[in-house]
């Protein structure tokens, strides 16, 4: 039984730009008292309920931390 | 298919899942956290403590990979009932990048477990051995009738070793030994 399974998912979620194919920019509104506060956007995105995408959400925003460490 | 070349001692025993109740290990349990997102917050909590930092430091300078940590975490987790075996391999990488950032930001030399390998892997191995077997029977069958034409000459040389009269040698106490 494979039991190392970190270094062939990981290596799956080296290369990220599939997050920002087919995203649509939205132009959202900062003021008003009826501006909605949740990012519908997100929710209409069909792609957020595959827990794959979800996660890979969480490394990219990781990552980006871990970079501007390392560049900064 | 090398795996199942691989002798196995670590594998159960048959019959070793039926030695307990069934539900009474954790396992056979619901999960504690059922979802992507109560698993991670679930991690990165218990991660983001300075316990787990030094701890993590320590093992890390010791040379053991990141992945092999995140390895380890995956299958305890799924062992205690935290959560299942397919959330713990799908959060996987953001326990990898988690640890990789603490390992940054702590500034040591560590070993994240992503470097390629120098050594082929066992599939290349058994390819090759294979090739080499094959090409070594092709050979002999080519060489087999080679090989016949020798074994008679040798057996045609015994022959008249055997035929040869041979001389008497000198029987007593007193005879002279070679």
Do not use: C
């Not at chain 2, 050979?139 to 087999?144: A, C, L, M, N, T």
């Amino acid at each position: 039984m494979e039991t190392r399974t970190a270094k062939s998912i990981y290596s799956k979620f080296q290369d990220l730009s599939f997050l920002d194919e087919g995203k649509k920019e939205k132009a959202i509104t900062t003021s008003g008292l009826l501006t909605p506060k949740n990012n519908s956007a997100k929710i209409d995105d069909k792609r957020y309920e595959q827990p794959a995408y979800r996660v890979a959400e969480y490394v990219r925003e990781i990552r980006n931390k871990r970079e501007g460490l390392n560049s900064g | 298919m090398d795996n199942f070349q691989e002798q196995q001692f670590d594998a159960p025993i048959p019959g070793m899942s039926m030695t307990a109740e069934l539900g009474a290990r954790p396992w056979q349990q619901p999960p504690r956290f059922s979802t992507v997102e109560q698993t991670t917050s679930h991690y990165i909590e218990s991660m983001s403590s300075e316990e787990f930092s030094d701890k993590l430091i320590d093992v890390l300078e010791m040379g053991v990979p990141v992945t092999t940590i995140a390895d380890v975490m995956m299958m305890n987790g799924t062992m205690d009932g935290t959560h299942s075996a397919d959330i713990g391999i799908l959060i996987m990488p953001i326990l990898v990048e988690f640890m990789l950032l603490i390992a940054d930001s702590s500034g040591i030399e560590y070993t994240s477990g992503l470097e390629e390998e120098d050594t082929p892997s066992k599939a290349a191995i058994a390819r090759a051995v294979d090739k080499f077997k094959k090409e070594r029977a092709s050979s002999q069958e080519d060489k087999g009738s080679d090989m016949q034409e020798a074994g008679d000459q040798f057996e045609a040389v015994v022959e008249n070793t055997e035929q040869m009269p041979q001389e008497d040698k000198p029987v007593g106490l007193m005879a002279r030994r070679a």
